[in-house]
């Protein structure tokens, strides 16, 4: 049911783990929908230099978090914000459509920790400005 | 590399078909093809076949061959019973009992019949998925038609009390029917000293062929056909009979009752040791389901911090079947309802996971799974958000 790419991602998972003293830490998901993302960013010079994530759920849930980290690396923050739910999907070599939401998760995972560096820095919080977009396809939501 | 031998520990979902029962199906589809209903030799060599399959079924349930209706499966019989009852004792009430804890081909027939004007209780369970009897008798109503509530629980595995809740039913003379899919050839049962009126069985989950099942309905119970067509089945099930199946099920079933304890001690020790050796190494680790009344193969367990699915994928990456509670393998977003039914926290529910074992496995695969299971687990604590906010507290196991 799952890709090559997403099969490769959830058994040698890139980037687990916690990074001392982040620039940016961003938690999203919920334990009573089954899925948690903890996405850990350190910043220099306004570019990523390192992301981690520490991820409670299912195979999708743990590729999402492993792809978006890698896919932000390296990345001026701009351009990190920019990262899509469907681009992670893609990179994977797409999701199931009941998984979908795994990838929007890490899309919201990045954007947490993104901001959560900006007010610390006292900066304005960018406003999520495709909300309404993301490819959920035949996404289902958790109501908890 | 030597090639990985496949681990099956879901003998629930379903279970491989014994090759004895393999040997009397191929005749039935090569040379005694012939359909049942017609005149000539073969046909009567078929008609011959069912009715030798109706008397090893009644057999194995203390029923006599005429109360034996071959359908397609475990859903068929379901689906049968209750709308079947339902709808020929409309004039007498609208109230149907159940449970909360049924496979869905009980409750969602259920609630196909609510929606046409029938009311339904689900009975709550408690912290084992017991349902008690007081409860059942407090449920019945000068409306009650009709009770269902399964005889073994799919998912955790706990057998209910159902001589007492049919001595309930019987003392209303309320119809009662169980789904005993799971409990055959794993309980002894006996239709008339357990005050069943009906009750649905499906011959791939004791080495039988999928596709076939049947429906004990009791002598004189009021009941509605569900296929309409042809007078097969003593016109009350229609349609061209599954020959080798059904003569697959008779030697499936004959075989699965004949020694139901034998049996049962085999698979329970494998069972135990299994059960042992998990709680006793993973940490944070709890039992679903009740320690003594549950079927001899099943081990429901949750893991606290991790996702089911998560498991199963490294656990099948290890050559190991095994199934899960949690919602991410269902297409749903809610956990198993059964695990829910008998309170366990949804964040909990979807860190289950179930192995069931049956005549597939050996003390080895116990010792494979012992040797694999901890280190899945770990893995993905490891790697949980949840984990270190527990501060990777060894707590205790419930």
């Known amino acids: 049911m799952y890709s090559d790419t997403v099969m490769d991602h959830f058994k040698n998972p890139r980037n687990v783990g916690e990074i001392e003293n982040p620039d940016g830490v961003g ?46 690396r390296g990345k001026t923050l701009e351009e990190a914000w920019e990262l899509s739910n469907k681009a992670v999907a893609e990179a994977l070599d797409g999701l199931p459509p009941v998984k979908m939401h795994c990838s929007v998760l890490a899309e919201e995972g990045i954007h947490k920790a993104i901001n959560d560096y900006r007010v610390k820095k006292g900066l304005e919080a960018w406003v999520e400005k495709n909300s309404h977009s993301h490819d959920h396809s035949e996404d289902l939501t958790c109501n908890h | ?73 475990g859903s068929e019989s379901d689906n049968w019973a209750i ?94 029917h169980t789904d005993a899919v799971q409990a055959v050839g794993n309980i002894p049962i006996d239709v008339k000293m357990q005050n069943i009126d009906l009750l649905s069985l499906s011959a791939h989950k004791f080495y039988g062929p999928k596709g076939v099942g049947a429906l004990y309905i009791k002598k004189g119970v009021r009941i509605e056909n569900l296929i309409h067509g042809g007078g097969q089945e003593r016109r009350r099930r229609a349609g061209t009979e599954n020959i080798a199946g059904i003569v697959g099920l008779g030697k499936a079933i004959e075989m699965a009752t004949a020694d139901i304890p034998g049996h049962n001690a085999k698979i329970r020790s494998m069972r135990d ?7 006793d190494t993973i940490p944070n680790t709890r039992l679903n389901g009740h320690k003594e009344k549950r079927l001899p193969g099943n081990f429901n367990v949750s893991f606290e911090f991790i996702e089911g699915e998560s498991m199963l994928l490294w656990l099948d990456d290890a050559g190991i079947c095994a199934s899960t509670g949690s919602a991410c393998t269902s297409g749903s977003l809610e956990p198993s309802h059964v695990l829910l039914a008998t309170g366990l926290p949804v964040e909990i529910s979807h860190g289950s996971l179930r192995l069931t074992l049956g005549d597939a496995n050996t003390d080895k695969d116990v010792d494979r799974v012992l040797d694999v299971l901890p280190k899945v687990v770990k893995k993905l604590r490891d790697m949980s958000p949840l984990y270190y906010k527990s501060g990777k507290e060894g707590g205790s196991n419930v």
């Open chain 2, 1 to 73: 590399m030597e090639a990985q031998r496949t681990i099956y520990m879901d003998h629930s979902a379903t279970t491989f078909v014994k090759p004895e029962v393999v040997d009397v199906m191929i005749p039935y589809f090569t040379k005694h093809f012939g359909n049942p209903s017609s005149l000539y030799g073969i046909a009567r060599d078929s008609k011959k076949a069912i009715d030798v399959a109706r008397v090893q079924t009644a057999k194995a349930l203390g029923a006599d061959p005429y109360e034996i209706y071959f359908t397609s499966g």
């Open chain 2, 83 to 176: 709308k079947g009852v339902a709808l020929a004792n409309r004039k007498r009430g609208n109230h149907i009992i159940t449970t909360r804890i049924e496979h869905h081909a009980v409750l969602h027939t259920c609630q196909f019949l609510e929606k046409e004007g029938f009311d339904v209780t689900y009975l709550p369970v408690d912290q084992y998925g017991l349902v008690d009897p007081s409860e059942l008798e407090k449920a019945i109503t000068e409306k009650t038609i009709l009770i269902s509530i399964m005889y073994a629980n799919n998912e955790i595995g706990t057998i209910e009390p159902i001589a007492d809740l049919g001595a309930i039913a019987r003392k209303h003379k309320v119809y009662f």
């Open chain 1, 27 to 72: 938690e999203v998901g919920n334990p009573v929908c089954g899925d948690i993302m903890k996405i850990f960013l350190k910043i220099e010079n306004n570019v990523v230099v390192d992301a981690k994530f520490k991820t409670f759920g299912c195979g999708a849930a743990i590729a999402s978090s492993s792809m978006a980290t890698e896919l932000v």
């Open chain 2, 273 to 279: 040791r299994l059960i042992k050796g998990v709680l």
